[in-house]
Each structure stands twice: as C-alpha cells, then as structure tokens.
C-alpha cells in the first residue's frame, strides 16, 4: 500500500486497533483478512469487534474520495468512532 506521508503521526499499539487495508476498489484486508468490498458491511457488523478502539485506515492514496467516503460512512453506521488515517513518518 502507497501510504501518503504525514509529519504529525501517532504510533498506536497492534492490541488496540483494528486496520483495513484497501489497496484497490475491490478488496480490502481487514486485521489481514481479505474482504471483498461487498462483503465488508457484514464483517465490520459483528459483534467481535470493540466499537471503541482504534479503526485504522492504510488506504492508499490512490484510491479515489468516493471509495474512502463510502467506507467511513460504513464505519460510522456501525457505531465506530474512532477513525485514523495510517500515513508514513515524513522524516
């Protein structure tokens, strides 16, 4: 994944989040899983996961805004609110 950089970044421990990964518009990596894009709504619904921990997004930055909008309203919907974007360290 072509993450974009950041200079302000925050480390954020493996044990307290949950990652995607979207590479393309098609398949997304949840935790290391792979997802179809359709199959998302469902897996992110269950109850397995803490609505309170980090949801980290490595998305990369080629993917286009409709397909990040799309997946930040799933998330919201779904009563996540703690949403970061994963970037690299600039330095």
Do not use: C
Request: hydrophobic share 40%.
């Amino acid at each position: 994944v072509d993450l974009p950089r950041s200079i302000a970044s925050d480390t954020v421990s493996k044990s307290e989040k949950l990652i995607i990964i979207m590479q393309d518009s098609k398949e997304l990596f949840v935790n290391g899983e792979l997802i179809p894009w359709e199959k998302l709504k469902e897996e992110i619904s269950k109850s397995k996961y803490n609505r309170n921990q980090k949801v980290v997004l490595n998305i990369d930055k080629r993917i286009s805004h409709g397909n990040v909008v799309a997946l930040l309203d799933l998330l919201k919907i779904n009563q996540f609110k703690k949403v970061v974007f994963g970037t690299y360290d600039k330095s």
